[in-house]
């Protein structure tokens, strides 16, 4: 069953996507503000997240990063004007509705972006990450090691996530600069040394025998819990 996690302020719409959602089988949960939709997100780990951009608490792309981070769920934004598209679409939305849109045209996008998630995206969704070493809260963005606090930098957080996300595969250097650094850094190998040795000396129990942090010579990273 697909698990559908219906993020919107509006009670009406709320109940009417429910209802429809329900009715093909789709299983659902509702949230009417960002922060209820984290924390749901977490209990009920969901295949899709419909997501309005327009919330009471917080702006619709602040959830669309914090999801991004460790949720595999494909997001489908909803919105009433186009404009915070791109800005959605760049955090890491998988794609867009405007209001009002037709029943039938959300459950066609919504067949779509699930379909599309279910083949591209790893199992495995959650927030928490154990190891010996250490522990990550991807969803609070803290690392505990020794019982201890780790302070990292939002640069080493997005590192991490990716490398934490794609757990026990290898990551090309060209992918993680892109998506940290941007398409103009693809040859800044050096930055990634610089910043896996960071990371290393900041959660590695021993940084020069790493257990976590996997150099592939030439090629990437790879995570390992
Ligand atoms: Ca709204």
Not at 18 to 41: C, Q, S, W
Not at 117 to 141: N, V, W
Not at 186 to 209: F, G, I, S
């Amino acid at each position: 069953m697909t698990c559908v996690l219906v993020v919107e302020d509006e009670p009406p719409l709320v109940r009417a996507l429910e209802i429809n959602l329900k009715a093909r089988n789709y299983d659902v949960a509702t949230a009417l503000d960002g922060a209820h939709a984290l924390r749901l997100a977490v209990d009920h780990a969901p295949d899709v997240v419909l997501l309005d951009l327009g919330l009471p608490d917080m702006d619709g792309i602040e959830v669309i990063r914090a999801l991004r981070g460790w949720s595999r769920a494909a997001i489908l934004v909803v919105s009433r004007t186009s404009e915070a598209m791109v800005t959605a679409l760049d955090a890491g939305a998988d794609d867009y509705l405007t209001k009002p849109f037709s029943m039938g045209e959300l459950l066609a996008r919504l067949r779509a972006v699930a379909r599309r998630t279910e083949s591209t995206r790893p199992s495995g969704d959650t927030a928490l990450i154990e190891t010996k070493d250490f522990t990550l809260d991807l969803l609070a963005k803290k690392a505990r090691r020794k019982g201890r606090d780790v302070r990292l930098t939002p640069t080493e957080w997005h590192l991490l996530e990716i490398l934490v996300r794609r757990s026990g595969e290898l990551v090309s250097r060209q992918q993680l600069l892109q998506e940290v650094w941007g398409w103009s850094h693809l040859t800044k190998t050096n930055y990634l040394r610089v910043y896996m040795a960071q990371l290393r000396r900041k959660l590695e129990a021993d940084p020069a025998h790493p257990q976590h942090f996997f150099t592939a010579p030439g090629m990437g990273y790879r995570f390992e819990p």
